[in-house]
């Protein structure tokens, strides 16, 4: 299993980025897929996650309306679209899978919000 994230970087408060992980080495559209994040000195949380198929997706209140999570299961990619970013959502976002009962993580891709 390998889960690889891509598409962080620098951005100013209000701004947009959109995350992907590219997942192989499982069924990809057999699992729900998860983002979480993790902010210096903070524990992991949990950000969003979305069914197999996409058809249904949810979301932690700190990011609902600001955040979408999607999935192509054509091309075994997950996606966040992260708007309105503020200072707070600075963090290493990590995507996640569970399989078997193990979770499986990505490296993460670095998110910073700052003017």
């Known amino acids: 299993v390998q889960l690889v994230e891509s598409g962080g970087g620098l951005v100013q408060p209000g701004g947009s980025l959109r995350l992907a992980c590219a997942a192989s080495g499982f069924t990809f559209s057999n699992y729900g897929m998860r983002w979480y994040r993790q902010a210096p000195g903070k524990e992991r949380e949990f950000v969003a996650t979305?069914?197999?198929?996409?058809?249904?997706?949810t979301y932690s209140n700190s990011v609902k309306g600001r955040f979408t999570i999607s999935r192509d299961n054509t091309k075994n990619t997950v996606y966040l679209q992260m708007t309105s970013l503020k200072p707070e959502d600075t963090a290493v976002y990590y995507c996640?899978?569970?399989?078997?009962?193990?979770?499986?993580w990505g490296q993460g891709t670095q998110v910073t919000v700052s003017s």
């Open positions: 996640n899978v569970i399989l078997r009962a193990y979770d499986y």
């Open positions: 979305i069914t197999s198929a996409g058809g249904s997706t």
